[in-house]
C-alpha cells in the first residue's frame, strides 16, 4: 500500500514536470498517464526507476521507451477515443496501455505487434496486471510489424516504436485516407521523429518532429534488408 502511494506520488510529480515543459499538451494525455502505473512495465529490480525520465532495459536488448517519448509519440499521433490504432512495437507494453486508456472511451481498439515472443507474452502479463479493465481494448500479436498487420488493416493511426532506415510502405498502404503514421527514421545511431499525414486524397505530406534515439527496427521492412538483426 505504501510503495502503491508513494509510485503515484512519483507518477503525479513527472506528469506535473512533463506538463510544464510542454511534453503533455492534452487532458486525454495527461490523464492516460496518471492512470496508467509504468512500475508494472519495467523489471521487479528497477522498479525504483520507473519514474525517472529515461528509459530502462526489458530485456531481449530492448527498451521500455522514456516517458517524454511516449509522450511526444502520443501527443503527436493525436489519438482519439474511436481510433482504430496499431503500435508496432510492443516492447513491455506501456506504451499500448496508454493508447488502449484513450480509445476506451470511445470504442476505438489497439492492435500491438512485437517481433519477439517472449516480449509479447511477458507484455500481456505486464498489461493484465497495470490495466486488466482494459484487456478488451488491446489485441497482442507477434510477428513482423515492420509489413504492417494486414489482418486488421485499415487503421486510423500507426505508431512504430522502433527506429526505420525509411517508411516502410506497407504502413502507407495499411492507413485510412485522413490517418496518420507517428515513426522515427535515420540511421542506427540518430533518427527524427516523422508524422506522416494520408490525406483524403490519398497524398502523403511528412512533418519532421524532435531529434530521438530508438533501438532498430527490425524486419522485412527495417534494418534486416540491409543485413543488420
Ligand atoms: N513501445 C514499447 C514499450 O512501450 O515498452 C517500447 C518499444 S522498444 C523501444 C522497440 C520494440 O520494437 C522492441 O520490443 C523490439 O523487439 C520491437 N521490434 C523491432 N522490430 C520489430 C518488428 N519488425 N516488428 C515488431 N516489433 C519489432
Redesign the pocket.
Known amino acids: 500500500m505504501w510503495r502503491t502511494l508513494q509510485f503515484y506520488e512519483e507518477r503525479r510529480r513527472l506528469v506535473e514536470d512533463l506538463k510544464s515543459e510542454g511534453v503533455i499538451r492534452s487532458k486525454l494525455v495527461e490523464e492516460a498517464f496518471l492512470n496508467i502505473p509504468r512500475e508494472c512495465?519495467v523489471p521487479e529490480h528497477l522498479r525504483c526507476y520507473a519514474y525517472v525520465d529515461s528509459p530502462l532495459p526489458?530485456g531481449?536488448g530492448?527498451?521500455?521507451?522514456a516517458p517524454h517519448m511516449?509522450a511526444i509519440m502520443t501527443e503527436e499521433l493525436a489519438v482519439q477515443p474511436h481510433d482504430i490504432v496499431l503500435?508496432?512495437?510492443?516492447?513491455?507494453?506501456?506504451?499500448?496501455a496508454i493508447l488502449a486508456y484513450i480509445v476506451a472511451k470511445g470504442g476505438g481498439h489497439v492492435y500491438t505487434?512485437?517481433?519477439?515472443r517472449e516480449?509479447s507474452k511477458k507484455a500481456v502479463e505486464n498489461f493484465a496486471k497495470a490495466a486488466p479493465e482494459l484487456l478488451n481494448y488491446a489485441t497482442f500479436v507477434v510477428?513482423?510489424?515492420?509489413k504492417g498487420l494486414e489482418l486488421f488493416a485499415p487503421y486510423d493511426k500507426i505508431m512504430v516504436?522502433?527506429a526505420a532506415p525509411t517508411i516502410p510502405e506497407p504502413l502507407i498502404n495499411q492507413l485510412k485516407p485522413g490517418g496518420r503514421l507517428v515513426i522515427p527514421v535515420g540511421n542506427r545511431w540518430s533518427q527524427v521523429l516523422l508524422v506522416i499525414d494520408k490525406l483524403r486524397d490519398g497524398s502523403i505530406r511528412i512533418k519532421e518532429s524532435v531529434p530521438c534515439i530508438?533501438?532498430?527496427?527490425?524486419?522485412e521492412y527495417?534494418w534486416s534488408r540491409y543485413g543488420y538483426e
Not at 214 to 219: N, Q
Open positions: 512495465f526489458i531481449f530492448q527498451t521500455i521507451s511516449v503500435e508496432v512495437g510492443t516492447g513491455s507494453g506501456y506504451q499500448a505487434i512485437e517481433i519477439v516480449l510477428g513482423d510489424g515492420s516504436t522502433a530508438f533501438v532498430p527496427l527490425i524486419g527495417g
